[in-house]
C-alpha cells in the first residue's frame, strides 16, 4: 500500500470495505437473525469474506478490479436480500432497510470504479 495522491475515495471504500467485511465473518449468526435469515450464516460469512478481500485488492496496488468486483458484489448482495422481503419474513422490515443501505454503498462504488476509469487507473 504505497502513497498515492489524490485516491481518498478508493481509500474509504477499501477500508469500508474490510470493516464491513470483518462484521459479517465474525457475526455471520447475528446478521441473519436480524434479517431473518438465520439458516444463512454460511452464506452471509462468504461474502464477508469477499469484502475483506475485495477491500484488501483496493488498498493494493490495482484498485481497479477489486473495485469492480466490489460493484458486482452489491448487486449479488442487494438480489440476496430481496428473496427474503416476501411477506413469510417478519423481519422483511429491516431487509428493506438493509437493502437502501447496501444501495448507498453501490452508489459509492460505482463512483470509485468511475473515478479509477477517469484516471486510467489499473
Not at 464491513?20 to 452464506?43: K, T
Amino acid at each position: 500500500m504505497g502513497s498515492r495522491d489524490g485516491d481518498g475515495l478508493e481509500i474509504f471504500v477499501g477500508w469500508l470495505s474490510i470493516g464491513a467485511g470483518m462484521g459479517l465473518v465474525l457475526a455471520p449468526e447475528r446478521v441473519g437473525r436480524a434479517l431473518g435469515m438465520e439458516d444463512w450464516s454460511e452464506l452471509i460469512r462468504a461474502y464477508g469474506f469477499r469484502q475483506v478481500a475485495a477491500g484488501m485488492g483496493i488498498l493494493a496496488l490495482h484498485p481497479a478490479p477489486w473495485a469492480w468486483s466490489r460493484l458486482t458484489g452489491d448487486l449479488l448482495d442487494l438480489v440476496t436480500l430481496a428473496t427474503r422481503t416476501g411477506l413469510d419474513n417478519p423481519k422483511r422490515g429491516r431487509v428493506t432497510t438493509a437493502m437502501a443501505a447496501v444501495s448507498g454503498i453501490t452508489m459509492l462504488d460505482l463512483a470509485c470504479c468511475i473515478e479509477l476509469a477517469r484516471r486510467g487507473r489499473d
